[in-house]
């Protein structure tokens, strides 16, 4: 497992081929394994490492998407994005635990399918990407990797105005949403329904006691529907 070429799946996986493949075979050895082989080093310092350039990517990239979004939002949008919880799921992505070296012990205790040693290696590896490439390798890595979860995140319930941010996102291909208002009900308990359209495409529907309720709900589930689409196409 320590010759580079196992390791030849993870890397198309990452679609990045180490220069250095050392580099990634340091990002895998996790301390249980150091601790009975001797093998140095382990994981730890490039997952210092690579924390920080995923943080630095993910602020940039939601600071430059979201301009509509406060500070307080911009924390929970990023603080979601690079969770342990998205870090290991990435990892189970990549079919990393299987590439992660361990000691004995950690082995047999399940620590290959553990979410806390597949994020810190999830880390260490775009710290790996970092020192062998630079910075825009690894911000394609991590983006490549993360734009979807960050598009997913960032249609939770409650979290800013899902019109603006629907007209936002398709203003970039030259669209915009069309939204169709019905009403039913007397005058002091109506309930609207409204549905979004793009390009005569019906994307979402909302219900709401007010039009501008409803169309914010239309346009929330538009903008999950879109989230798992490219999630799927991708």
């Not at 320590?2 to 799946?9: F, I, K, R, V, W």
């Not at 301390?31 to 924390?51: K, Q």
């Not at 929970?76 to 590439?99: D, I, M, P, Q, T």
């Amino acid at each position: 497992m320590n010759d580079s070429s196992s390791h030849a799946g993870l890397e198309q996986a990452l679609d990045h081929s180490f220069a250095d493949p050392e580099l990634l075979n340091r990002a895998l050895r996790h301390r249980s394994w150091v601790a009975e082989t001797g093998e140095e080093p382990s994981n730890e310092r490039l997952e210092f490492l690579g924390d920080t350039i995923l943080q630095l990517v993910v602020t940039d990239f939601i600071f430059g998407h979201f301009p509509d979004y406060p500070e307080g939002e911009l924390v929970k949008l990023r603080a979601s994005a690079v969770s342990n919880r998205a870090l290991s799921e990435v990892a189970e992505g990549l079919g990393l635990g299987e590439h992660v070296l361990l000691g004995k012990g950690e082995e047999a205790t399940g620590g290959r399918g553990r979410s806390s040693i597949l994020g810190d290696a999830m880390e260490a590896v775009l710290g790996a990407v970092y020192l062998d490439g630079g910075l825009e390798p690894a911000r394609r890595v991590i983006l490549r990797l993360w734009e979807h979860r960050i598009g997913s995140a960032a249609v939770r319930p409650g979290w800013g105005d899902y019109k603006s941010r629907l007209q936002e996102l398709l203003a970039r291909d030259g669209t915009r949403p069309e939204y169709r208002i019905d009403s039913e009900g007397p005058d002091h308990r109506k309930v609207f329904t409204s549905v979004v359209s793009v390009d005569g495409a019906e994307w979402g529907s909302g219900v709401g006691r007010s039009k501008r309720r409803a169309q914010q709900e239309a346009a929330r589930a538009a903008l999950e529907a879109m989230a798992t689409d490219r999630e799927e196409s991708g």
